[in-house]
């Protein structure tokens, strides 16, 4: 009855330490938001830089798992390119040993400070009080470590069980022990702050220890692989990167433990710590290998996988610089709309093909691209609010409010496009089958539509015409008289009962005459972009 009592207040300990663990990652990550997506997402091409950003967050959130499960949306949502994806991984898996270290050297003994002082937060006034639950559950993920350390310490007079844990196993089955049971909790940090308590207690051996931490880092990829089921190939890509990687890395390392492995048990040192240490070295020296070969890593999963048909050239981010002025930033907003504006066009065309095609590829593709302008939506935001310290005149007021309407008339499209989207969700959601007369309704709007953005895109790029007031277009018009078209046949098609794909279509007019109203108003704002190099060249030839 006591042993089961024993165990029974052991899983609950556990079962707290993984709950502490998950809440603390989701209040950082709350705290964060935006920010903290665009942080990562602000890896640069420079491998090193992706490995101490994925270290850095890793140690703040403490979940690796967490870390490369974000790191897989922000590729899934075209923010993050793949590549740069890969050194975040690599960095996660030394943001982990934190955990370990605070374990080793029982700093976890302040755990209840944290409780305390995250919980008065809660309930204070100040801004501060937003820290109060992620300061709460840190401490409570070291508080519930303590538990699991004094409810098992009667464990160190179980002769049999010390014997057994003590005494040099099977390194492979200890390894697939670590797996299995991190795979299990979704946390490596739990398997690994379980075996250095039960090394400082004297109930693990450290020789048992060690592989069973190197099984973790292998299970903690379930998570990923787990959020990327129904992703596609470009986050498919990341998971199994991440799980490439901690199995490359434990192979790098297994060899060494089957020959010296008997040789962990003459340590002096404090066995916690050297545990600790060990789980340290390990970790770096795996993340500093694949670094120095990220490239060649890289192009063996892109061999495995493909390039991937949905990636995209993404639209630089704009940040402001110490040198910019108020018409430094104007230049920049001017060249990014245009780059935004066909990036738009881009999409309506994908959103189209994917209802004429039927292909889940281009489906995925259209999908991909959406969920990328809404990440830019907030980073223009960020950026506008950014430039307005640089305002000095009035007619500099003027031409910020002028952009800024320019890139709200954008978003708006984007909005009308995703709309458009959100009827071949229904579709798709509903196993509708549309007849070939629909496609050729829908591919018929479709051209008209492409036609209106080419010719707002040739506007934009014409520095010689600013009239003073833009009549309809020819093109504009045709579009019109298109949508009215298909409105008719299809009020026509939905008075038989049989055609449920005519209804369903029926938003999908709607849809494309307000996307057409607001390309109409976005051409009107006569707000001029300098057109590239070449453009000027041939415009001076001309005149």
Same mark, same amino acid.
């Given at each position: 009855m006591e042993i089961l009592q024993l165990v029974m207040t052991g899983i609950t300990a556990i079962i707290l330490f993984v709950f502490g663990l998950d809440n603390f990652s989701r209040e950082i990550e709350q705290i964060s938001g935006d920010r903290f997506r665009k942080f990562l997402g602000s890896a640069t091409n420079i491998p090193i830089f992706g490995?101490?950003?994925?270290?850095?967050? %890793?140690?703040?959130?403490?979940?690796?798992? !967490?870390?490369?499960?974000?790191?897989?949306?922000?590729?899934?949502?075209?923010?993050?390119?793949? =590549?740069?994806? +890969?050194?975040?991984?690599?960095?996660?898996?030394?943001?982990?040993?934190?955990?370990?270290?605070?374990?080793a050297f029982k700093l976890t003994n302040f755990a209840p400070i944290f409780i305390i002082i995250g919980f008065i937060l809660t309930f204070t006034n100040s801004r501060a009080s937003i820290f109060g639950k992620a300061v709460f559950y840190f401490g409570f993920v070291f508080f519930s470590l303590n538990l699991i350390s004094s409810t098992l310490e009667p464990l160190q007079n179980n002769e049999a069980l010390v014997s057994m844990?003590?005494?040099?196993?099977?390194?492979?089955?200890?390894?697939? +022990?670590?797996?299995?049971? %991190?795979?299990?909790?979704?946390?490596?940090s739990v398997t690994t702050g379980l075996a250095i308590i039960f090394t400082q207690q004297g109930v693990l051996g450290l020789e048992n220890a060690v592989p069973l931490i190197l099984g973790?880092?292998?299970?903690?990829?379930?998570?990923?692989?787990?959020?990327?089921?129904?992703?596609?190939?470009?986050?498919?890509?990341?998971?199994?990167?991440?799980?490439l990687f901690n199995v490359g890395g434990v192979?790098?390392?297994?060899?060494?433990?089957?020959?010296?492995?008997? =040789?962990?048990?003459?340590?002096?040192?404090?066995?916690?710590? !050297?545990?600790?240490?060990?789980?340290l070295i390990f970790n770096v020296t795996a993340s500093l290998i694949f670094?120095?070969?990220?490239?060649?890593?890289?192009?063996? +999963?892109?061999?495995?996988?493909?390039?991937? =048909?949905?990636?995209?050239?993404?639209?630089?981010?704009?940040?402001?610089?110490?040198?910019?002025?108020?018409?430094?930033?104007?230049?920049k907003l001017d060249a990014s709309s245009e780059h935004l504006f066909r990036f738009l066009q881009e999409n309506y065309n994908q959103v189209t093909l994917s209802i004429e095609t039927n292909y889940s590829g281009v489906f995925n593709s259209a999908e991909k691209r959406i969920e990328y302008v809404n990440y830019l939506k907030n980073q223009y935001m960020h950026y506008f609010s950014s430039a307005v310290i640089l305002i000095n005149q009035k007619n500099e007021s003027k031409a910020l409010i002028k952009l800024i309407n320019q890139f709200d008339y954008l978003f708006q499209i984007h909005d009308s496009i995703n709309d458009?989207? =959100?009827?071949?969700?229904?579709?798709?959601?509903?196993?509708?089958?549309?007849?070939?007369?629909?496609?050729?309704?829908?591919?018929?709007?479709?051209?008209?539509?492409?036609?209106?953005?080419?010719?707002?895109a040739s506007e934009m790029l014409d520095a010689k015409l600013q009239p003073e007031k833009r009549l309809l277009s020819s093109k504009e018009k045709e579009l019109q008289h298109e949508i009215n078209d298909v409105s008719r046949s299809l009020l026509l098609l939905m008075a038989d009962t049989s055609r449920e794909d005519a209804g369903a279509l029926i938003n999908f007019v709607t849809y494309s005459q307000r996307l057409k109203d607001k390309l109409n108003n976005f051409a009107n704002l006569h707000v001029k972009i300098d057109p590239p190099e070449d453009v000027k060249n041939e415009l001076d030839l001309k005149t």
């Amino acid at each position: 009855m006591e042993i089961l009592q024993l165990v029974m207040t052991g899983i609950t300990a556990i079962i707290l330490f993984v709950f502490g663990l998950d809440n603390f990652s989701r209040e950082i990550e709350q705290i964060s938001g935006d920010r903290f997506r665009k942080f990562l997402g602000s890896a640069t091409n420079i491998p090193i830089f992706g490995v101490l950003i994925g270290a850095l967050v %890793t140690m703040i959130i403490q979940s690796s798992s !967490a870390t490369s499960v974000i790191s897989i949306g922000l590729v899934n949502a075209g923010v993050l390119s793949f =590549k740069n994806s +890969v050194g975040i991984i690599f960095g996660s898996n030394i943001g982990t040993t934190i955990t370990a270290q605070l374990v080793a050297f029982k700093l976890t003994n302040f755990a209840p400070i944290f409780i305390i002082i995250g919980f008065i937060l809660t309930f204070t006034n100040s801004r501060a009080s937003i820290f109060g639950k992620a300061v709460f559950y840190f401490g409570f993920v070291f508080f519930s470590l303590n538990l699991i350390s004094s409810t098992l310490e009667p464990l160190q007079n179980n002769e049999a069980l010390v014997s057994m844990l003590t005494e040099a196993q099977n390194p492979l089955y200890a390894l697939l +022990v670590g797996c299995l049971f %991190t795979a299990l909790v979704q946390s490596s940090s739990v398997t690994t702050g379980l075996a250095i308590i039960f090394t400082q207690q004297g109930v693990l051996g450290l020789e048992n220890a060690v592989p069973l931490i190197l099984g973790a880092n292998i299970g903690t990829t379930a998570t990923a692989f787990l959020a990327v089921i129904s992703l596609d190939v470009s986050a498919k890509k990341v998971a199994f990167s991440h799980f490439l990687f901690n199995v490359g890395g434990v192979l790098l390392f297994f060899p060494v433990l089957l020959i010296f492995g008997y =040789k962990l048990a003459e340590f002096d040192q404090n066995p916690a710590i !050297a545990l600790a240490n060990i789980h340290l070295i390990f970790n770096v020296t795996a993340s500093l290998i694949f670094t120095i070969f990220i490239t060649p890593f890289t192009r063996f +999963v892109d061999h495995l996988f493909g390039e991937g =048909k949905m990636d995209f050239e993404r639209i630089e981010l704009l940040t402001l610089t110490s040198d910019d002025n108020f018409d430094s930033v104007k230049q920049k907003l001017d060249a990014s709309s245009e780059h935004l504006f066909r990036f738009l066009q881009e999409n309506y065309n994908q959103v189209t093909l994917s209802i004429e095609t039927n292909y889940s590829g281009v489906f995925n593709s259209a999908e991909k691209r959406i969920e990328y302008v809404n990440y830019l939506k907030n980073q223009y935001m960020h950026y506008f609010s950014s430039a307005v310290i640089l305002i000095n005149q009035k007619n500099e007021s003027k031409a910020l409010i002028k952009l800024i309407n320019q890139f709200d008339y954008l978003f708006q499209i984007h909005d009308s496009i995703n709309d458009l989207f =959100k009827v071949k969700r229904v579709i798709n959601e509903k196993y509708i089958e549309l007849k070939s007369d629909l496609l050729l309704l829908i591919r018929g709007l479709s051209i008209k539509t492409l036609d209106v953005f080419d010719e707002i895109a040739s506007e934009m790029l014409d520095a010689k015409l600013q009239p003073e007031k833009r009549l309809l277009s020819s093109k504009e018009k045709e579009l019109q008289h298109e949508i009215n078209d298909v409105s008719r046949s299809l009020l026509l098609l939905m008075a038989d009962t049989s055609r449920e794909d005519a209804g369903a279509l029926i938003n999908f007019v709607t849809y494309s005459q307000r996307l057409k109203d607001k390309l109409n108003n976005f051409a009107n704002l006569h707000v001029k972009i300098d057109p590239p190099e070449d453009v000027k060249n041939e415009l001076d030839l001309k005149t």
